[in-house]
């Protein structure tokens, strides 16, 4: 494609006054581009993609708790979000916070990743009878700086002053989104590109679209990284292409967090929107295999777990119960589980015991007194690539 046959697709630079100094700003032109998109040259990518969503969404039918698999996900995605944003929790950090075992930790860090989760569930939650809207975006933002750091930067609206990406000032940062009198018409096009049900272009190509023009209208003080990997989640959904949202491209972004970046300044400079997508969509790819095979094992782990318990003795059933409670909450103590199970203080240490016993589970904090159990096993499945995955040099 010649520069002259994308000129439609280049956005314009218009100056724009902060502090003592005047910068160049960057507005992208609507969606969808224009000239359209190379469909031939994606499909085979896109063709990966779909067989592997539709992999990763037949199997929650093997999921024997859809919840709990929901539930670990969107925390394993929070986790790797905000770890893009430079926060240091862990996922073992923010369950142990979640069963009131954490201590000692960054509980700033811990809050903003449980803020994540937070805004993700409501927002899907609010799919049931909400489309996804600007108005939804900002709901989902004001959860997400809720009470955290970012509580001073407006959570719930969109920003009324400069943003900047990279460098101290717009004067000298990699990146100026649009000015505020340019916000409100691009996130305008963007709601109705959105909504457009009658697209030439289907779904993963769409949300591709989408996630690189909320990223460059950049329309919050803070938190848009964030907003914006959750948005491809909740579109999918939204377009029934996910049954169950268990699709995160964090872990994907973040090992590949250059070429990331590069990618999406070269939509906006040169109109690369093709390279862009064969990135997105063999990101898609990698992530569903992933996720399908991660769940798979924690299935097969919860299964050969089981009957480990059951061969074991007398005492099986109370040893399960417990072994139950710990797929939904890796990190227990005593109290808890006496109190979510009613088994009495002598029949759960007596459980835990055991567990131990089978390997199963670990005492983390090697006190005598309220002491932390870890289904360990559980905890390294989930965990895999969250804070292990190095990124691009």
């Not at 417990?322 to 103590?333: G, I, K, N, W």
Request: proline content about 6%; overall charge positive; glycine content about 8%.
């Amino acid at each position: 494609m010649s520069q002259s046959t994308i000129t439609g697709r280049l956005g314009r630079y218009v100056e724009t006054a902060f502090a003592d100094e005047r910068v160049r700003a960057f507005v992208p032109p609507p969606l969808p581009p224009d000239p359209p998109i190379e469909i031939t040259r994606l499909l085979t990518r896109l063709s990966a993609a779909d067989r592997a969503l539709g992999r990763l969404d037949g199997m929650t039918m093997l999921v024997p708790d859809h919840a709990l698999f929901l539930y670990m996900y969107v925390r394993k995605e929070a986790v790797l979000s905000s770890q893009i944003e430079g926060m240091q929790s862990t996922l073992s950090d923010l369950l142990r916070l979640e069963t009131e075992a954490a201590a000692g930790k960054p509980i700033d860090d811990i809050r903003e990743v449980s803020n994540y989760a937070d805004a993700m569930m409501y927002g899907l939650k609010r799919l049931d009878k909400f489309p996804l809207s600007l108005r939804l975006i900002r709901e989902m933002h004001e959860r997400l700086l809720h009470g955290g750091r970012g509580g001073t930067k407006n959570p719930g609206d969109f920003r009324t002053s400069q943003n900047w990406i990279g460098g101290t000032r717009p004067g000298n940062a990699m990146y100026v989104p649009p000015p505020v009198n340019e916000l409100m018409p691009c996130l305008d096009a963007l709601e109705k590109f959105i909504h457009t049900g009658t697209s030439e272009y289907p779904p993963l190509i769409k949300v591709g679209l989408i996630h690189v023009q909320f990223e460059s209208i950049h329309p919050f003080l803070d938190g848009n990284g964030r907003l914006g990997r959750l948005l491809i989640t909740l579109f999918l959904c939204a377009q029934n292409v996910l049954k169950q949202p268990l699709l995160y491209l964090s872990l994907y972004f973040k090992t590949h967090r250059r070429t990331y970046y590069r990618l999406l300044q070269e939509v906006r400079e040169r109109g690369a929107w093709e390279a862009w997508l064969e990135f997105f969509l063999e990101g898609i790819a990698e992530t569903a295999d992933q996720a399908f095979i991660t769940g798979t094992r924690i299935v097969d782990l919860f299964k050969t777990d089981r009957e480990r318990i059951a061969a074991a003795g007398d005492r099986a059933g109370s040893v399960l119960r417990v072994h139950e409670l710990m797929q939904t909450s890796p990190f227990l103590t005593a109290p808890k589980v006496g109190a979510q199970t009613g088994l009495t203080t002598p029949t759960v240490n007596s459980a835990l015991a055991e567990l131990q016993r089978l390997g199963i589970v670990t005492e983390v904090t090697g006190r005598k007194r309220g002491r932390v159990y870890c289904y360990q096993a559980f905890m390294d499945l989930l965990s895999d690539g969250a804070g292990k995955a190095k990124a691009e040099p």
